[in-house]
T-cell receptor
């Protein structure tokens, strides 16, 4: 079945450093979503990417969708303590409304 | 936050007992999902619904059943709870607007099976 792998599993950074998490799917995706979950909270939608090679930015966050639509990345520039949490990607294939989530990357930012 | 609630928020039960978790939405969204979250596994889809009385299985559906008799309610039932079903359960809703179908998550239910 479809699998979505996410690396790294954990990342500790000093405040101000950059952070990147990578998402890789075993199958071609029709779109991919990114979510953030704060400790003790629920996942909150960040963005959706649909087009091959698409790049979207939200302030310090940059999201990319690979040319083959099988991988994606989230890059945070100059991390802040408010960036702490677990970041998940979630992909779906054509003709279905099922999303398969990656295992998540837990980000810890040291002040 | 979207109008989505889950009940109960916490539950402790014993192995072999039936358990029903409820997800209630006030957004009139068509799609509803049940996920479980466990350390090292992220979020795994249990069942989802694409309309009233229309449901389908997800990745980890064994031991779970669902029902959706009204747009606003999606019930998840563990017929005979096992310790492996100890987890945090999240309900999510979404509505398809062109190609945009953001999922809104409920606050979660922490279930412990002793």
């Amino acid at each position: 079945g479809q699998q979505v792998m996410q690396i790294p599993q954990y990342q500790h950074v000093q405040e101000g450093e950059d952070f990147t998490t990578y998402c890789n799917s075993s199958t071609t995706l029709s779109n991919i979503q990114w979510y953030k979950q704060r400790p003790g909270g629920h996942p909150v939608f960040l963005i959706q990417l649909v087009k091959s090679g698409e790049v979207k930015k939200q302030k310090r966050l940059t999201f990319q969708f690979g040319e083959a639509k099988k991988n994606s990345s989230l890059h945070i520039t100059a991390t802040q303590t408010t960036d702490v949490g677990t970041y998940f990607c979630a992909g779906t294939t054509s003709g279905t409304y099922k999303y398969i989530f990656g295992t998540g990357t837990r980000l810890k930012v040291l002040a | 936050d979207a109008g989505i609630t889950q009940s109960p928020r916490h539950k402790v039960t014993e192995t072999g007992t039936p358990v029903t978790l409820r997800c209630h939405q006030t957004e009139n969204h068509r799609y509803m999902y049940w996920y479980r979250q466990d350390p090292g596994h992220g979020l795994r889809l249990i069942h989802y619904s694409y309309g009233v009385k229309d449901t389908d299985k997800g990745e980890v559906s064994d031991g779970y059943s669902v029902s959706r008799s009204k747009t606003e309610d999606f019930l998840l039932t563990l017929e005979s709870a096992t310790s492996s079903q100890t987890s945090v359960y999240f309900c999510a809703i979404s509505e398809r607007l062109s190609s945009y179908n953001e999922q809104f998550f409920g606050p979660g239910t922490r279930l412990t099976v002793l």
